[in-house]
């Protein structure tokens, strides 16, 4: 059995909702993490501390994608949201061929603007996400 090959991001989709945000020219998913809970004890083999896994953290997600004039739904959704400070239940990252999709709630914690002497100008957001992100197949 052969294994199967990576596949290519191109063609991923991000949305709040029902709106897609255009033009994203990069996507860096959540990146979950937990806490350490120190179970050390007197009597620990080996003298080495024991650690359980604490409380989860669905972490952080950003984009990156090209300004667009006039406004663009999408883009003037994060901005909305981020003044808001509301928590938005519906952010989607859809990869290309109904690979797999991550659904999470979150806040806009972030929002910037890149405009280089020889380069294009940039919109970039980050979204902390709360409660548990789900990554889901198809």
């Not at 959540?30 to 501390?49: V, W």
């Not at 519906?90 to 280089?116: C, D, R």
Request: a negative charge.
């Amino acid at each position: 059995m052969t294994a199967s090959a990576g596949k290519a991001a191109f063609g991923t989709v991000l949305t709040i909702g029902t709106t897609t945000i255009g033009e994203v020219t990069a996507i860096t998913p959540p990146n979950l993490s937990a806490n350490d809970i120190d179970m050390t004890n007197m009597s620990s083999a080996d003298g080495y501390k024991e650690f359980i896994q604490g409380l989860r953290d669905g972490g952080e997600f950003s984009f990156e994608a090209n300004f667009l004039t006039g406004a663009p739904a999408g883009q003037e959704a994060l901005l909305a949201l981020f003044h808001a400070g509301t928590v938005s239940t519906t952010y989607k990252i859809q990869f290309p061929g109904s690979l797999a999709n991550w659904t999470f709630s979150g806040y806009v914690k972030n929002v910037s603007m890149t405009a280089p002497l020889d380069g294009k100008i940039g919109f970039a957001a980050t979204i902390k996400i709360t409660g548990k992100p789900v990554l889901a197949s198809g």
